[in-house]
């Protein structure tokens, strides 16, 4: 599942997403059958750039963390 944000669930009556709002990430089962998607994780900071289930989908092991950038001016170079 490395590089996509989508997965089935074990039983294949839902797929299973990353959502990322705010910086954060969580993931969500959406039944195939319909209605509401239900929050998998909670988690309140970071970012999920990886994930993946066990094969008998009952373990989820998840790489977080945070990204920064910095930019730098250089003006009068000679």
């Known amino acids: ?11 294949s009556k ?18 195939l059958a319909g209605g509401k998607p239900k929050q998998i994780t909670n988690f309140s900071s970071d970012r999920i750039y990886s ?8 373990q989820l092991v998840v790489a977080r963390g945070t990204s920064s950038s910095d930019i730098v001016l250089i003006s009068n170079f000679r």
Request: hydrophobic share 35%.
């Open 1 to 11: 599942m490395t590089g996509t944000s989508l997965s089935w669930a074990p039983d």
């Open 14 to 31: 839902g797929v299973r997403f990353l959502d990322s709002r705010e910086g954060v990430g969580k993931l969500w089962l959406q039944p």
């Open 51 to 58: 994930f993946d289930w066990s094969p008998d989908g009952k």
